[in-house]
């Protein structure tokens, strides 16, 4: 069974920094990309930044150049370094890993797992 457990979550003022992390255990095999999401109330969820297993990343717009993400593949674990944060990225945010395979079935677009998100608040 495939777990993600997210920590790192809490309450900061505007322009201050959190770090999120996110680790996957359990049978996982070949992982696609491993990424964050967040979700505000009464909005979508979206995507924030996701990074490949051969380190390609991708950002939204909206935390381009302020948010960084990494991995360390040897832990099957992903972080999100968050600087210059903003009222507006309140939000739960989850840690997401997309495998090809998943209970030994192989998914051609991949298989997402979920974390069970964290809180991030932004006070102004």
């Known amino acids: 069974q495939v777990q993600l457990v997210e920590s790192g979550g809490g309450l900061v003022q505007a322009g201050g920094s959190l770090r999120l992390s996110c680790a996957a255990s359990g049978s996982i095999f070949s992982i696609n990309a491993m990424g964050w999401y967040r979700q505000a109330p009464g909005k979508q969820r979206e995507l924030v930044a996701v990074i490949t297993s051969g380190g390609s990343t991708n950002y939204a717009d909206a935390v381009k150049g302020r948010f960084t993400i990494s991995r360390d593949n040897a832990k099957n674990t992903v972080y999100l370094q968050m600087n210059s944060l903003k009222p507006e990225d309140t939000a739960v945010y989850y840690c997401?890993?997309?495998?090809?395979?998943?209970?030994?079935?192989?998914?051609?677009?991949?298989?997402?797992?979920w974390g069970q998100g964290t809180q991030v608040t932004v006070s102004s």
């Open positions: 997401n890993m997309n495998t090809a395979y998943a209970d030994g079935y192989y998914y051609r677009d991949g298989y997402d797992y």
